[in-house]
Each structure stands twice: as structure tokens, then as C-alpha cells.
């Protein structure tokens, strides 16, 4: 099992948190012996970007890469597919894993290689929460303690939504009194949405496979989570 860390500075916009993002490498080592990995790969910069940004090739999957958080954070998912694409090349795993709190970023992996027939299985992984229900995220590190204890709010939101959902409620409706009660309770949400799990589109009538997706801000911290629902 070889485990690649790397704070990718090419998934950053030019306001976005790169020099204040936590990085814990010792913490990550200890963790990653006692879990049993192999190996710790663990490159510098210069190692996966020797040339300046301008001059860098890079990996781009349209469509995808521009809805939700890539309408947020435009040229994100070029900067994950990029050094995604250049860690497989460097590791050359038969399997990799992903967790799926960042559903977004999995289908663009997931389409980067069916498309490029890269010979790598990708397997998603259950997001890891906290006990009360919170995603687990290196950016929870920014909230206060205030914070800390309203962030779950937004995975209970989630789950209204997808009950709503089960109920037959029109899913408009669900989503604006959802944005509401995260804005009434602190939350400076991005998105929340409803969408076709297979490839993030607007779900038509038939769909019954779908993902609750959203992105907020609470103080500092960029909070994303997912529910993924399937209708009878």
C-alpha cells in the first residue's frame, strides 16, 4: 500500500488558502505506520512541477470540471486531474482510492481514466465522519469551537433533504428551504443541489439515482459533503 500526499498548489486560485492550508507530516507518518502502509510518498514541488505554472502541461476533463465546485473555484479540477494524472504516472498503482466526500473530484478521476485508459482501477471510499455526523476534512482545523459545533448542521441538512426527496416533495422547494435554514443558521453556502449521480447532470423525471451536494462557508472553513439517494 503506497500513500501520496501532496498540498497541490495548482488546484489553488491566486485567493484561495495554499500558504495557511494545514499540513501535518509527521502526524500523517505516525497515523500511516499504525494503519500499515508500505510506503509514504510524499514529493516536494519541484519534483511534480519542474517547469514554472505557465509553462506546465496539464490534464482538463470539460464538462464536469465546471459545474458545482468548479463554478466555484474555476481551474480546480485541471489542477486535481494534473497532478492526479502525473501520481499515477509516478506511482503506477493497479488500484487507487478515493474518498467520496469530494464526489465531484471522484467523477472527474473516475472520467480522466476511462478517457485517457490509464490502467488504474479507481475505487471510491465512504466518507469518514465524526461522531456527530460531521465530514472529516484537513480544513475543519480552521473552525472555533462555536463553529465546530454548528458544522454538522450542514450533513443534517443533507439528510432533510434526502427525506423530503423520499417523501415525493418537489425538489425546488427542498432545495431553497434548505439554503435558507443554512444561511439562518451561519452558513454562507456556495450551492446545494440535486443531481444525477451517474454524471452530475439535472435529474429528469426517470432518474432515480441521485447525490445531495453542497458547499458552505463557516468562518474560515469551506465545508463540501454529500448524500447519495436512491428512489424507489
Not at 475543519?140 to 433533504?161: K, S
Request: glycine share 8%; aromatic share 6%; net charge negative.
Amino acid at each position: 500500500v503506497v500513500v501520496s500526499i501532496f498540498v497541490n498548489p495548482m488546484q489553488f486560485g491566486p485567493r484561495e488558502d495554499l500558504a495557511a492550508y494545514p499540513r501535518t507530516p509527521e502526524q500523517d507518518r505516525a497515523l500511516l505506520e499504525g494503519a500499515g502502509a508500505d510506503l509514504l510518498f510524499l514529493p516536494a514541488v519541484a519534483e511534480v512541477y519542474p517547469r514554472p505554472p505557465a509553462e506546465q502541461t496539464r490534464v482538463e476533463v470539460p464538462g464536469l470540471s465546471d459545474l458545482l465546485c468548479g463554478a466555484a473555484r474555476p481551474g480546480h479540477f485541471v489542477g486535481v486531474a494534473t497532478v492526479v494524472c502525473k501520481l499515477f504516472n509516478m506511482v503506477q498503482p493497479q488500484v487507487a482510492l478515493f474518498g467520496e466526500k469530494d464526489f465531484q473530484q471522484l467523477l472527474v478521476i473516475r472520467r480522466m481514466v476511462e478517457d485517457l485508459a490509464l490502467p488504474v482501477a479507481i475505487q471510491g471510499v465512504p466518507t469518514s465522519r465524526e461522531a456527530d455526523g460531521l465530514a472529516r476534512s484537513s480544513r475543519n482545523g480552521y473552525l472555533t469551537l462555536e463553529e465546530r459545533a454548528l458544522a454538522p448542521r450542514l450533513y443534517a441538512t443533507l439528510q432533510w433533504v434526502a427525506a423530503e426527496l423520499r417523501a415525493g416533495v418537489d425538489s425546488s422547494e427542498i432545495v431553497a428551504a434548505a439554503l435558507r435554514q443554512l444561511s439562518e443558521a451561519g452558513f454562507r453556502p456556495d450551492y446545494l443541489e440535486v443531481r444525477r449521480a451517474a454524471d452530475l447532470a439535472p435529474p429528469g423525471p426517470g432518474d432515480r439515482d441521485l447525490v445531495i451536494l453542497a458547499a458552505a462557508w463557516l468562518g474560515r472553513a469551506r465545508l463540501i459533503d454529500n448524500l447519495t439517494l436512491g428512489l424507489p
